[in-house]
Each structure stands twice: as C-alpha cells, then as structure tokens.
T-cell receptor, first 114, second 116 residues
C-alpha cells in the first residue's frame, strides 16, 4: 500500500544547529511528496513539495529532495531558529480509483532552544 | 491568497446537541476535504468533495454529515456525537481532485471540538 514513515522524535536542538528529519515512503505509481508544518494550536501549513523524482522543494531555508532510488524525502535546514519549533509532517499524495488521497507520517515534534 | 477559513475556532457540545462546522475558500478550488486530527496524531481523511459532489467517504459514522452547498463552502453537521469524537477538525481545499492531478491541499486553522 501507500504509506509514509518518518522519525517520530521528539527532536530537541539548539539555535543555529543543523536539522534533518527523515522521511521514507512506500508507494505505487508516481506520488507527490509534501512537508507540512503545524505550529501549536494551529492548522497545517504547506512547507514545501516535490512532484517528481529528483525535484527539490525549498522554502524558508528548509529543503527536501525527492529520491526515488531510496524512496526518501528527508527535510533539512542548515540553521534552525526558535521560531521553527513545531510539528513537521511528511505526506504522500497518490491516486486511487480515480480519486487522490493524502496520507501523513506520524509527525515529528521539533523544539529549538535559544 | 491561499486562505481557507473555518468557524468556529472552538466548539463545546453535549452528546445530544446538533451543531455545524463551516469552511470557506475563495481561491476557485473545486475540491474540498474534511480531516480529523486527534492529539499528537496526524490528520486522518474523513470526506472529499469534488465539484460539489461527495467523492470519498472514509467509512465515517453517520453522526457526521458533510454538505457542500456551493464551490466555496463546506459544512460538517454534527449530531449525537460521543466524547471520543473530540478532536481538531481540519478543512482543506485544492484546485482540483482527480487521478494524476497532484494539486496541493491548503489547510484551514481548524475547529477544536470538545464533546462532553
């Protein structure tokens, strides 16, 4: 089936540290991949996306590359800030029976300390 | 503008009450979605509307009744809920919904529902 596995954390970093959150997927066909971020008490915001192999999504200093050979879409940021503290969800969008579904990983809580 | 609005932000209801959640978007999107998110869990899909028609119902209990009166508006009618239905209810929209489209879903801020 179609699924996403991401490191669950929690992850605690100091400001300006390097961030990696691993995400791997299982899918049939050619899914699109997304990273969403959820700040405390809020809904989900799209952080970045990639729609085909070798695409790199980037936004606000975050990057992720769609790697078909390793079925991965790891999220990275070179220097995190306190304001990056949130829960990050990796998601996969796939086609099924003429409709499209979005399935999420379990989420990774990131805390950045000053 | 990629804004999806939801009202109310918070809702407390008893098990015998009837209430409705509202979601609105003015981006010209023709696909709209309801998700349920329990604490510390990822969102789970409940319903999908495509061109104002229900296209996916993920075996949701009948005490949840969705409605799409027009292309900008999505409602979720609630009746005889249980305490375990307490959760954050998220609405999302995308330009279209269909095989191979791959459009991005944009989420609203959610309605936090508490069932007493």
């Amino acid at each position: 089936g179609n699924s996403v596995t991401q490191m669950e954390g929690p992850v605690t970093l100091s400001e300006e540290a390097f961030l990696t959150i691993n995400c791997t997927y299982t899918a049939t066909g050619y899914p699109s991949l997304f990273w969403y971020v959820q700040y405390p008490g809020e809904g989900l915001q799209l952080l970045l996306k990639a729609t085909k192999a070798d695409d790199k999504g980037s936004n606000k200093g975050f990057e992720a590359t769609y790697r078909k050979e390793t079925t991965s879409f790891h999220l990275e940021k070179g220097s995190v800030q306190v304001s990056d503290s949130a829960v990050y969800f990796c998601a996969l969008r796939f086609s099924q029976g003429g409709s499209e579904k979005l399935v999420f990983g379990k989420g990774t809580k990131l805390t950045v300390n000053p | 503008d990629t804004e999806v609005t939801q009202t109310p932000k918070h809702l407390v209801m008893g098990m015998t009450n009837k209430k409705s959640l509202k979601c609105e978007q003015h981006m010209g999107h023709r696909a709209m979605y309801w998700y349920k998110q329990k604490a510390k869990k990822p969102p789970e899909l409940m319903f999908v509307y495509s061109y104002e028609k229900l296209s996916i119902n993920e075996s949701v209990p009948s005490r949840f009744s969705p409605e799409c009166p027009n292309s900008s508006l999505l409602n979720l009618h609630l009746h005889a809920l249980q305490p375990e239905d307490s959760a954050l209810y998220l609405c999302a929209s995308s330009l279209r919904e269909g095989q191979g489209v791959g459009d991005t879903q944009y989420f609203g801020p959610g309605t936090r529902l508490t069932v007493l």
